[in-house]
C-alpha cells in the first residue's frame, strides 16, 4: 500500500468526492485508511457512569485506499505514487512533477 499515516489525500470517489484531509490510520492488511474528517458516522454512545448523559458522537470509519490519492504538493490536485532510488534508499515520489513526497 503505497499511502501512510501523515499523508494529505484527496477523496477521489463516493460520498465526500473531492474532500481533502490528513490519513490518521492506515490498515496495510485490509487496504484501508481512516482520514480527518471523511467517511464520518453518528454512534450513540451509552453514559458510563451515573449522573451523566449518553451522548451522539461522530466517528471515522475506514475507507477503501483505492477511493483516495495522495495530494500533490505544488498544483494541489490528485497525484499517483511512484518509487525511486536514490543513494540505494526507496523513496516515494509524485507522478506528476517528480517531487519527492
Known amino acids: 500500500m503505497k499511502i501512510k499515516s501523515k499523508d494529505i489525500v484527496i477523496v ?14 492506515a490498515f496495510p492488511k485490509e487496504d ?10 453518528k454512534k450513540h454512545q451509552k453514559s458510563r457512569s451515573r449522573g451523566t448523559k449518553g451522548q451522539v458522537v461522530e466517528i471515522a ?34 507522478k506528476k512533477n517528480g517531487d519527492e513526497i
Do not use: C, F
Request: charged share 35%.
Open 32 to 41: 484501508k485508511v481512516i482520514v480527518e474528517g471523511i467517511n464520518m458516522k
Open 61 to 94: 470509519l475506514p475507507i477503501h485506499v483505492s477511493n483516495v490519492m495522495i495530494e500533490d504538493s505544488k498544483t494541489n490536485k490528485p497525484s499517483r505514487i511512484g518509487y525511486k532510488i536514490v543513494n540505494e534508499k526507496k523513496i516515494r515520489i509524485s
Open 12 to 25: 477521489i470517489a463516493g460520498k465526500d468526492k473531492g474532500k481533502k484531509g490528513k490519513v490518521i490510520r
